[in-house]
């Protein structure tokens, strides 16, 4: 496998280190997924955009996490399903609905098992959701607004999680206990 650089604030290419600043301010350090992007300015800026734009949607920041661990368990991502995790842990997200999204089965939370299987459906089907799916999620309470969201945060883990895939990205030190790989069959 190809080895890429864990950049850090001192040599990223010059287009990165803004960013990478703005991401140790806000986390307190920068993880190695965002170390990684480093290596194209342009990709950690976009990620950074729609990580930003995705928190200030409509979602609440439990659907938020729903979105993102959904999307990890499908593109099988263990470096965002740990990081999610924790992520989800501190937003006091229900541990039965965060041990069901790591497992890959039926939420205990009706209206969050039904923004999990649109999430899913929107990964498997490539946007492709049949029409009675989209009614179904608007009948569980969810807006035309939450299907585009739907969207937003899928698009934000396709970037982060292949590029964990393309590059290998090993856990962060805030990810411990929470480490993760896809159960099969899947």
């Known amino acids: 496998m190809s ?30 997924l965002q170390a990684s992007m480093a290596e194209s300015p ?17 979602l609440t920041p439990h659907e938020q996490q729903v979105v993102y661990l959904t999307a990890n368990f499908e593109h099988a991502c263990h470096y965002c399903m740990a990081g999610h995790t924790t992520l989800a842990k501190m937003v006091k997200m229900d541990a039965g609905v965060i041990a069901a999204l790591r497992a890959g089965t039926t ?21 492709f959701v049949p029409e009675a799916d989209v009614e179904a999620f608007l009948a569980a309470g969810y ?3 939450n299907v585009l969201e739907v ?32 159960p099969a069959p899947y």
């Open 42 to 58: 342009e990709l950690l800026a976009g990620y950074t955009a729609l990580w930003d734009l995705f928190a200030k949607s409509s």
């Open 107 to 127: 939420l205990p939370d009706a209206r969050l098992e039904a923004l999990h299987r649109f999430a899913t459906l929107v990964v498997r089907e490539r946007g």
């Open 143 to 145: 807006t035309r607004r």
């Open 151 to 182: 969207v937003l945060g899928v698009a934000t883990k396709v970037m982060s999680n292949y590029t964990n895939h393309l590059v290998d990205t090993q856990l962060d030190k805030f990810m411990a206990g929470n480490e993760w790989t896809k």
């Open 3 to 32: 080895t890429f650089t864990v950049y850090t604030q001192h040599n990223a290419p010059e287009a990165a280190k803004p960013i990478l600043g703005d991401v140790k301010q806000a986390f307190g350090f920068v993880p190695n």
